[in-house]
Antibody
Framework: VQLVQSGAEVKKPGSSVKVSCKASGDTFTLFSFSWVRQAPGRGLEWMGRVIPILATAIYAQKFQGRVTITADKSTSTAYMELSSLRSDDTAVYFC???????????????WGQGTLVTVSS | QSVLTQPPSVSGAPGQRVTISCTGSSSNIGAGYDVHWYQQLPGTAPKLLIYANSNRPSGVPDRFSGSKSGASASLAITGLQAEDEADYYCQSYDSSLSAFSVFGTGTKVTVL
């Protein structure tokens, strides 16, 4: 399994960014996917997740109203769109495939290479 | 600030054993939720190291081991090697935040 993300972006404050994550193989709908970000020199922060087969997403409280996570089953691609960008949104954004079940805590067994989003005027 | 606290740094000489703690509370680890561990080498994506408290994915050396007790979990690295120098993160679930996933604050392991 490979998760290949789109390239680096430079955005102005107040704008939006959309990052893609294409999964190899034909098992896309068997899994769910999360987005995790990491600001420069900082730790990992979970943003939200999408279940492609149900087309449903949930988001961390911190990002509610600003993030939209979607999935396109026809292209095995997950997307993360973040709006109203601020300078502190500058970070590397990772997608990750989830493993586990509803009765346990999901973990992330495959990760994309990361996409640097820089927010600067 | 994360609800899962890790020491900022630990260090050890090659061949030594180091442990990294992940301290939570009654709304996460203490409630019985599983803990997973990741290794992040500089400039790369995190890599799954331990899942469900103590299980190693195939390909992860048995020098890495995980355990959980009460509201804390630990990652041990025995026979420390230069290539183990990296950042390490624990991950779990927290019911008070209704957060699907929370990460620990992260620990930098330095091989002296």
């Amino acid at each position: 399994v490979q998760l290949v993300q789109s390239g680096a972006e430079v955005k102005k404050p107040g704008s939006s960014v959309k990052v893609s994550c294409k999964a190899s193989g034909d098992t896309f709908t068997l899994f769910s996917f999360s987005w995790v970000r990491q600001a420069p020199g900082r730790g990992l922060e979970w943003m939200g997740r999408v279940i492609p087969i149900l087309a449903t997403a949930i988001y961390a409280q911190k990002f509610q109203g600003r993030v939209t996570i979607t999935a396109d089953k026809s292209t095995s691609t997950a997307y993360m769109e973040l709006s109203s960008l601020r300078s502190d949104d500058t970070a590397v954004y990772f997608c990750a495939r989830e493993q586990g079940s509803s009765s346990s805590v999901y973990y992330f067994d495959h990760w994309g290479q990361g996409t640097l989003v820089t927010v600067s005027s | 600030q994360s609800v899962l606290t890790q020491p900022p740094s630990v260090s050890g000489a090659p061949g030594q054993r180091v442990t990294i703690s992940c301290t939570g509370s009654s709304s996460n680890i203490g409630a019985g939720y599983d803990v997973h561990w990741y290794q992040q080498l500089p400039g790369t994506a995190p890599k799954l190291l331990i899942y469900a408290n103590s299980n190693r994915p195939s390909g992860v050396p048995d020098r890495f081991s995980g355990s959980k007790s009460g509201a804390s979990a630990s990652l041990a690295i025995t026979g420390l090697q230069a290539e183990d120098e990296a950042d390490y993160y624990c991950q779990s679930y927290d019911s008070s935040l209704s957060a699907f996933s929370v990460f620990g604050t992260g620990t930098k392991v330095t091989v002296l």
